[in-house]
């Protein structure tokens, strides 16, 4: 799956509900976000999340609850999506990580009907 700057393969999602997920180097918007120290737009990062739960899930509507950016997603970057509460019913809100080598990028959760 290709969302904005991130590629994935929903396919190879892990026993740890994980994804990994690949930060393309060369997209556009890095050119305007920012010149110099170019990183990956809090926009794009939610976009791509909610794109990967309706993948997960189809069907269902999501709404973000809250989110959280501790590190700058940057050009080139591995990282690892990890989702907690795929499996279970209630309450209907998933928990999601992005990091990569130790570090907590962005994590939150998204309410689902």
Known sequence: MQYEVFSTSMDLMDSNSTLQVEVDTLA??????????????????????????????????FQVKRVVFTEPITPGLSLQLQFTGLHRSEPRELGFTLSSSGFIHCRGSVMYV
């Open 28 to 61: 556009p918007i890095f050119a305007e976000h920012f010149p110099g120290y170019p990183i990956v737009p809090a926009a794009f990062t939610v976009g791509f999340v909610l794109a990967c739960c309706r993948t997960l899930m189809p069907g269902k509507s």
